[in-house]
């Protein structure tokens, strides 16, 4: 699976391929919103802007999909290395700066620490799951049977 490397928060989170960034974050209760982000984000719709993140790009090299239209509007005068986490999918494992507008006093060197451990590759692909095998008739089904016999009336009758 894919690793997210989160670096202000010093964790690494598998997700599958697809997934988006924002729901990953946000399951694994990661802080992704400053305070206007906490107080009014979009949920998700690429509107408010609140969610960036900035993707360690040499770390991290075509880990995301492409940028949306709505991140190439919202993001001009941002650095190129930010997208909103919202309109992200996770393709392979990558290194992220969530809320990188706020200050890091060590930032420099998390972010060389980050890039100096290796990330595992990951599969890019769900994994393949079994197929559930088919159902047992309930004691519902065999109730219904029996009164649509009833509906027929006796046998032989």
């Known amino acids: 699976m894919p690793v997210i490397r989160f670096v202000r928060e010093g964790r690494d989170v598998e997700c599958y391929p697809g997934e988006n960034l924002r ?17 009014g984000n979009c949920g998700g719709c690429g509107q408010c802007i609140t969610c960036f993140v900035d993707v360690v790009a040499e770390a991290s090299p075509g880990a995301l999909t492409p940028r949306t239209s709505v991140e190439d509007r919202k993001l001009r005068r941002r650095p190129e ?3 909103l986490a919202c309109q992200a999918l996770v393709q392979r494992s990558l290194v992220v700066l969530t809320r990188p507008q706020a200050g890091l006093s060590d930032r420099e ?11 595992p590759a990951g599969p890019t692909a769900w994994p393949a799951t079994e197929e559930p095998a088919a159902a047992e008739p309930t004691g519902m089904e065999s109730t219904a049977t029996a009164g649509e016999a009833s509906e027929e009336g006796p046998v032989g009758g």
């Open 23 to 39: 729901e990953v974050a946000l399951r694994e209760r990661l802080e992704l919103y400053g305070l206007k982000g906490q107080l």
């Open 81 to 83: 290395g930010w997208r």
């Open 109 to 119: 060197v998390r972010l060389a620490a980050a890039r100096a451990e290796p990330l």
